[in-house]
């Protein structure tokens, strides 16, 4: 085509829409809904689906298959890492002999565990499960071997705050997807559960010994480049990295509309500073919510939990009731993967990072009503406002009843210049606090505690508690309330 003026015109071409092709071959991955398989625990009945340990997806068949090894690691885990644990198609059928990289087809079968007692106990939920340092499953590799030469070599391991542009600079792209828009890092052990980090012991394996606090899970070696909606489907738990055929390859354990059928058993270049400890403690943390519905099934079942007695964690087992277990962890799983930003952290807040650090300092929580005490004016309040976050300290519990000093009487208020010292006035205001926390705690006088939950399964394994508090479960640091602000800072002012 002329143009008016002599110059041949060029029209932009509009392309053919290019599909998103799945992985081949594309009969390795099914991902429909009803392609499950259900393990059963043999210690309970059958009736009423008592006995579901857990019900899987079996994605790695057209027709339902599951990879053996993948199936075998989950049941492990929850029945407190059984690595010796076998399955049957029937309750008392025989011992099935499968290689690692088999299939299971069939729809139903049971998991043992020689134990020498048919109800062996299981982990209620990722918190109690204990990380297996020195006896990891059999065929999970105890590091990632990297392909190919030319590593790229970090050198010395990067800060928390430098941690997204080293994941990108070591992964160059999307680890799943190899491409490289919108690509962020992904944490392996997610931040919300540091605390499980730290317990575990698991900053031994960490790259970058210097990391501390909150920032101990932001090591390069528990973080992998994601594209940002597979991150995102990361942390909802619909996949995992596991072992197959002498790889790491992407496992999806949940329903999805592409990405199951794009990524389901695609290998991946994992490079060697992954932390392949950290690959398990991801797949156990995806596993664990299926557990509840065991739980919450039947009349009781046996657990694992762990506890904390005289300043030591200990590995109680015992039976937990339904009801318990409702309460205890239906609401567990509701905070956040990744914490929202700090606020004027310009060093920590790098573009497309969704993880960042979580926040500085003391947490500042209140687990008590908000209004003060009746007998307290309104001026009292308001003129001793709450300071820094310190727990009161402990009253035994057959002193927290006594009234008030004597020379307090209805004329004479907190913040009265007259009547006593100041000294008196501030003894009988952390009076009135520990009178009316009494309300808020639990009727047992042997378990008040800020952890009411360890105490009460302390008292059901039958430890004893503090012969110094009379038996009672009390913990060394707090009675159960923290105060953002202490009274003697406005009291001083008198």
């Not at 499953?137 to 010395?156: C, F, K, N, T, Y």
């Not at 905070?335 to 929202?340: A, Q």
């Not at 035994?396 to 913040?415: A, G, I, S, V």
Request: aromatic share 8%.
């Amino acid at each position: 085509m002329i143009a008016a003026h002599g110059e041949e015109k060029t029209l932009v071409i509009i392309r053919e829409p290019v599909p998103a092709q799945p992985a081949l071959p594309p009969f390795s991955f099914s991902g429909e809904r009803d392609n499950t398989i259900t393990f059963k625990h043999p210690g309970y009945p059958d009736q009423f689906g008592q006995n579901i340990l857990l019900t899987l997806f079996a994605f790695d068949h057209p027709s339902g298959g599951l990879h053996y090894g993948t199936a075998h690691l989950a049941c492990a885990i929850v029945a407190c890492n059984a690595w010796n644990g076998y399955f049957t198609r029937t309750r008392d059928g025989p011992r099935l002999e499968l290689d690692y990289d088999d299939l299971l087809l069939d729809r139903v079968f049971y998991f043992h565990v020689p134990t020498g007692t048919g109800k062996y106990p299981v982990y209620p939920n990722f918190d109690n499960w204990a990380f297996p340092h020195d006896d990891l499953p059999p065929h999970w590799p105890s590091a990632v071997r990297s392909e190919g030469e030319g590593v790229d070599e970090l050198g010395a391991p990067p800060s928390s705050s430098t941690l997204t542009a080293a994941v990108l600079r070591r992964d160059k792209a999307c680890v799943i997807s190899k491409q490289g828009d919108c690509v962020e890092k992904g944490h392996l052990c997610p931040r919300s559960e540091v605390k499980w980090f730290d317990l575990n012991g698991m900053s031994q394996y960490n790259l970058n010994r210097q990391l501390i606090q909150d920032a101990v899970v932001d090591d390069i070696s528990n973080v992998i480049a994601l594209r940002s909606d597979i991150h995102t489907t990361f942390d909802d738990r619909k996949f995992v990295i596991a072992p197959k055929k002498g790889q790491w390859v992407v496992h999806f354990t949940d329903l999805t509309s592409d990405l199951g059928r794009l990524y389901h058993n695609t290998p991946l270049g994992l490079h060697q500073d992954v932390s392949s400890k950290c690959l398990l403690v991801r797949f156990a943390w995806a596993i664990f919510p299926s557990v509840m519905k065991f739980l919450a099934t039947g009349a009781g079942r046996m657990v694992r939990m762990r506890i904390t007695v005289e300043d030591e964690f200990r590995e109680v087992t015992r039976k937990m009731g339904t009801d318990e277990a409702r309460s205890t962890f239906a609401t567990t799983r509701g905070r956040s993967v990744s914490p929202k930003k700090r606020k004027g952290d310009a060093a920590t807040d790098e573009p497309g990072d969704a993880d960042s650090p979580l926040q500085d300092g003391p947490k500042r929580r209140r687990t008590a009503p908000a209004t003060p005490p009746s007998n307290v004016s309104c001026s009292t309040a308001a003129s001793h406002p709450p300071s820094k976050s310190q727990p009161l300290p402990h009253t035994p519990p057959e002193t927290l009843d006594k009234p008030l000093r004597t020379h307090l009487t209805d004329n004479d208020n907190l913040c009265g210049n007259h009547h006593g010292t100041m000294q008196d006035r501030a003894q009988d205001l952390q009076q009135l606090k520990r009178s009316w926390i009494l309300q808020q705690r639990p009727s047992d006088p042997s378990l008040y505690c800020c952890d009411y939950n360890a105490a009460e399964a302390a008292a059901k394994a039958g430890i004893p508690g503090k012969r110094e508090w009379g038996g009672s479960y009390l913990c060394e640091e707090c009675l159960g309330v923290e105060y953002r602000d202490e009274d003697e800072d406005c009291l001083s002012a008198g």
